[in-house]
C-alpha cells in the first residue's frame, strides 16, 4: 500500500512538472505575440495617437512551483493538492480569448492624399465636359430656314444639262463649290420664297428677270412646259442659265440668221484681272472670250459675284452687290457678324 502511494505521488509530480512547463511555454508564446504586434503596429502605423501601452512581462512561475487542488481521499474527504487540471487551463484560456480578439483588429491605413486628388479630378473633369457639350449643342447663328429648302431645289433644278451658258459651257451658278451663289441671291431678292410677288414691279418668283426674257430662257433649257416663274425648280435653272450666260457670254441666233456673240463678265481684259489676276483673255471665232485663267481664288469668286448680281439684279445698288458677295463668300458661317448685319435687311417674303 505504501508503494502504490508513493507511485501515485511520482505520478502526480510529473503531471505537475508537465502543466507547468505548459504554461511556461503559453506565457512565453504571448510575450512573442504581443512583441510582434507592437513591432507591426509601428511598421504600419497604426493610429494617430501615441504607442499603446505594452503590458508588463510577466515571469514564469518558479521551478517546482505548485498550485494547490483538492483531490478525493478515500474516506470521501477532501485533501488540497496540486490544481493544474482546473485552473491553469482556465486562465491559458482567458488569454487564448484575449490575444484572439485582440489580433483580430487592424490597423487602419491613412487615407491616400493620392486617391483624393484623383477622384476631385475626376470630378472636375466630368464638370468641365458636361459644360463643353452644353456649349457644342448650345444653338447658335443659322440661316433662315428658307436657305435648306432652296439647297435641295438647286440640286433638282442644277440637273438640267442645259443650265451651263453656251457655248463655252461656263456653269458657274452650278458649280460644286459655286453653286451657293442661287440661294443667296434667292435669299437676297425674295427670303427664298419662289411666291414672292413685288408689288411694286410685279417681279415673281426667285428671280428679278421679266416673265418674257424668262420664257427665252426656258425655251433654251428644252423645259417641257410653259415657264412657271412661280415654280421654285423651274425659276431655279432659269436663274443658273442667266448666270451662267452673265459671266461666260452667249452666242444667239439673230433676226438675220447669223450667230451673235454677246460677251460675258469674262470677256473683258480688266475684269479677268480682278478675277483671276491676269488681264489675259482667250479668244475663239463664235465664241464670247473667257479669262485665260479660271477664277478659283476666293477674292475672284467674291468680286465675279458681285458684279454679276448688278447685272442679274437690274438697279442693284453697289451696297447690295457688296452684301451678296458677303454672303457668298461666308456661305459657311452664318455667324459672322457681317453676315448677320445683312439678314436683318433682307426684304419681307411677300406673297
Not at 43 to 66: K, Q
Not at 78 to 85: F, I, L, N, V
Not at 140 to 161: E, F, H, K, L
Request: charged content about 20%; overall charge positive.
Amino acid at each position: 500500500m505504501i508503494t502504490t502511494n508513493k507511485e501515485f505521488e511520482n505520478f502526480i509530480e510529473s503531471e505537475d512538472d508537465w502543466f507547468s512547463d505548459i504554461e511556461t511555454k503559453v506565457l512565453d508564446l504571448e510575450q512573442e505575440i504581443s512583441d510582434w504586434r507592437e513591432s507591426r503596429t509601428r511598421e504600419i502605423g497604426y493610429g494617430s495617437g501615441p504607442a499603446r501601452r505594452r503590458e508588463p512581462e510577466r515571469e514564469p512561475p518558479p521551478a517546482g512551483y505548485r498550485r494547490q487542488r483538492e483531490f478525493p481521499r478515500a474516506g470521501g474527504g477532501k485533501d488540497r493538492g496540486r490544481d493544474y487540471g482546473r485552473t491553469a487551463p482556465s486562465r491559458g484560456s482567458d488569454r487564448a480569448q484575449e490575444l484572439i480578439e485582440r489580433g483580430r483588429r487592424t490597423a487602419r491605413r491613412p487615407r491616400s492624399r493620392r486617391g483624393r486628388k484623383i477622384a476631385i479630378g475626376a470630378a472636375a473633369g466630368l464638370v468641365l465636359l458636361v459644360i463643353g457639350a452644353m456649349i457644342v449643342l448650345r444653338k447658335g447663328p443659322s440661316w433662315p430656314p428658307s436657305v435648306a429648302t432652296v439647297r435641295s431645289q438647286i440640286t433638282a433644278a442644277c440637273q438640267n444639262p442645259n443650265v451651263a451658258a453656251e457655248p463655252n459651257q461656263v456653269n458657274f451658278a452650278c458649280g460644286r463649290d459655286t453653286s451657293q451663289i442661287l440661294w443667296v441671291f434667292a435669299l437676297m431678292t425674295s427670303n427664298g420664297n419662289p411666291g414672292y410677288a413685288d408689288a411694286k414691279t410685279g417681279r415673281q418668283g426667285l428671280e428679278p428677270i421679266t416673265a418674257a426674257q424668262g420664257g427665252q430662257i426656258a425655251w433654251s433649257l428644252n423645259l417641257h412646259h410653259p415657264y412657271n416663274p412661280l415654280s421654285p425648280v423651274d425659276s431655279l435653272a432659269v436663274a443658273a442659265r442667266a448666270i451662267n450666260n452673265i459671266i461666260g457670254g452667249a452666242t444667239l441666233t439673230g433676226a438675220n440668221g447669223k450667230p451673235a456673240v454677246q460677251p460675258g463678265l469674262e470677256g473683258q481684259p480688266q475684269n479677268c484681272a480682278r478675277y483671276t489676276g491676269s488681264p489675259a483673255i482667250v479668244s475663239r471665232a463664235g465664241f464670247p472670250s473667257l479669262c485665260a485663267s479660271p477664277v478659283i481664288s476666293p477674292q475672284g469668286q467674291a468680286a465675279l459675284v458681285a458684279d454679276v448680281y448688278q447685272r442679274w439684279m437690274p438697279g442693284a445698288s453697289a451696297v447690295a452687290a457688296q452684301n451678296a458677295s458677303v454672303l457668298f463668300e461666308n456661305a459657311g458661317d452664318p455667324g459672322n457678324p457681317q453676315v448677320q448685319a445683312i439678314l436683318k435687311t433682307l426684304p419681307s417674303s411677300g406673297g
